[in-house]
């Protein structure tokens, strides 16, 4: 019978346990913590790294988890389970695994999938000094996602308006629209925010300290929510026959690449994904892992409700508004740049995140 332990009911469980096996593994631990907010409990609110094989190593294979905050859970236990399985003993030399823990931990620790300002993470990472991506298929998609009211009927509406949406533009258009990330609207869904969050900050950080001297580098973002019951898929979004798709099918075989599994008929454009800002000498194969969680009726409404319930929560005043473009900027390639004064750059930038939102700079 499979080990459930590793499963946590609370982002203060689940951090426990992944420190807990990162260093009973041998692993070397660190804290990137937020400057300021806290959990349910007043926890403290932080992506943990553990580096598990030379801190040095040529080829570096990074696992995330908790992009999407509430998804955590899953990715936090597949984890603690790769630790505690003594995976570490079986590297390759001049090879590390390194794991970043609870990329949005406010969406973790709050059973959010968005960041304390109602931003998608994984629509985030975009040049915030540049004009944002151009989603004009969302502003009919905004009114049959945003009712007035939150309860059974208004959902079961919500999916009849979407429904009507896709057969109207068809299913690329669609996706794209309703999914592909937007800068327009703050109290909307897959909201990529008007300026960079700090957990955009800490990964690119940390990828900078942990993973950016690797010859060869990789990530998988661990995800959940969508795909057939208890099984999982990949989603690999470098475009067909480009050098990067090539690998991930080398790597991890045809599975890869071939979408098997997936409920989604057609990908959707997402201009702000983390992993098109993983940047190294030679970064190679990014791509997401998800484990289907409920079935999908059951999966689009519980999301839903969630939407109404995160935005009814937030204090008035709290959902962003427009700001000053480059407020909270890191310059565009910041995780290729290894020298002093791109890490000083990073520091002025977590100074500003630091200081709070003071207004428009």
């Known amino acids: 019978m499979a080990d459930l332990s590793v499963f946590s009911d609370s982002y203060l469980e689940a951090r426990g346990k992944f420190i807990d096996a990162a260093r009973g593994a041998g692993a070397t631990v660190y804290e990137y913590r937020h400057p ?61 695994m390194v794991f970043f823990h609870a990329h949005n931990p406010w969406g973790f620790a709050h059973k959010a999938r968005g960041t304390e300002e109602n931003v998608d993470l994984n629509r985030n990472f975009v040049d915030h000094g540049n004009p944002y991506p151009a989603n004009p298929g969302y502003a009919e998609v905004h009114p049959i996602v945003t009712p007035a009211e939150w309860n059974d009927a208004s959902i079961a509406g919500i999916f009849r308006g979407l429904d009507a949406y896709r057969q109207k533009v068809g299913e690329k258009p669609f996706s794209t629209a309703f999914n592909g990330g937007q800068y327009s609207h703050a109290d909307g869904i897959y909201f990529g925010g008007q300026r960079e969050q700090w957990a955009n900050y800490a990964f690119r950080e940390a990828v900078v300290k942990h993973v950016a001297h690797a010859k060869h580098a990789s990530i998988i973002d661990l995800h959940t929510g969508i795909g057939p019951w208890m099984e999982h898929i990949y989603l690999c979004f470098h475009k067909e026959g480009s050098p990067a798709r090539e690998r991930a099918r080398a790597w991890w075989g045809e599975r890869a690449v071939n979408l098997a599994g997936v409920t989604h008929k057609a990908l959707a454009d997402l201009p702000g994904r983390a992993d098109r800002r993983f940047r190294c000498s030679d970064a190679q194969g990014a791509g997401h892992l998800d484990r289907g969680g409920v079935r999908h009726p059951q999966a689009r409404r519980g999301a839903a409700r969630q939407h109404g319930r995160a935005l009814a929560a937030l204090p008035r005043g709290e959902v962003p508004g427009a700001r000053a473009q480059g407020a909270c900027r890191i310059l565009r390639g910041v995780l290729s740049e290894r020298s002093a004064v791109a890490r000083r750059r990073a520091r002025a930038v977590e100074g500003d995140l630091r200081a709070g939102d003071q207004g428009d700079r």
């Open 36 to 96: 300021t907010l806290k959990g349910p409990d007043g926890e403290p609110l932080c992506l943990d790294m553990a580096v598990a094989g030379p801190e040095n190593a040529e080829r570096v294979l990074v696992a995330g988890s908790g992009t999407h905050g509430i998804e955590g859970y899953s990715g936090s236990a597949a984890q603690s389970a790769w630790l505690a399985s003594g995976g570490i003993r079986r590297l390759p030399k001049r090879t590390a």
